[in-house]
């Protein structure tokens, strides 16, 4: 399998990234991903857990389904992942389970990723598939993009409280 | 939450036994999955991924999206899982996801389980959700199904090779 260029790597986390951007764009956690065949994108998708009140709507899922319907087969041979943040369980999950050989994300998840993080589930060789992991790609913008978010959401969250102060004042 | 009797978790899993049927009778590895909520199945699922060519296509996911359209949330609190096989890395991410408390589960798989076999995810307490697991429900029954079919491909495989055989040495 060929190797991505460092400029393919970064066009390819920018597209994820501009998924991400879609997410945070209708309040949802900013996270995105993009898979590539033969250097198209034949997948994408962002976080869409509010908004579909669906537990299983991460970026990656969402990806993978699209890349699944586009090939006809369930199995993403020859195919790159990439996505903003470094997966959670049920994400590295359908990673290994779609036999995607090669993922390139962008910032750690400290709480929940296990790609390097909490474990190490995609290079564990007990599983039936392995993959090969680059991981800060554009880690600068994946991880501002998330923290934006979070700032903004904080900054929601007291405006709320401090009207909700004035009212009661008011109110008495 | 208020604890199943025995007789509950065994009406359960026989639930979760007719989905693996369903699966197997189409050509599918038989693994079934349901889930309860206050005494009553409201999410069912069997693995479809040769169908649908669908890597994400397990009986858990399946049995969780129904659940989360039906609760109309992504949050399944108060629900139990049953399903007839040790969840994978993927399905296992679900359940965290979803915030199900209980699962219960049939048969362990050595090769891909992560609840017990190959690494105990769910009571793992650096995630933001734990889950309560019990396992060997109808565990004999949940065991049986998998060996029978996988019984039955071994079988078509020989007599294929089998026809090919005499048809070489007919033609030959």
Redesign the interface.
Known sequence: MQELTIEEQQKFMRAALKEAGKAGAIGEVPIGAVIVHDGEIIGRGFNL??H?????M?AE?MA??EA??RL?????EDCQMFVTLEP???????I????IPQLYFGARDP??G?VGS??N?LT?E???HQVEVHERILAKEAGEILQQFFRKIRAQQKARKKAAKAQQTKDA
Chains 1, 2 share one sequence.
């Open positions: 857990r509010e579909a009140q669906d537990a299983i991460h899922i993978i389904q699944n319907r006809k087969s369930w199995r993403l959670c369980p049920m994400c590295a999950g359908a290994i389970n779609s036999r709480k929940a296990v909490l474990y589930l564990d007990r599983f039936n």
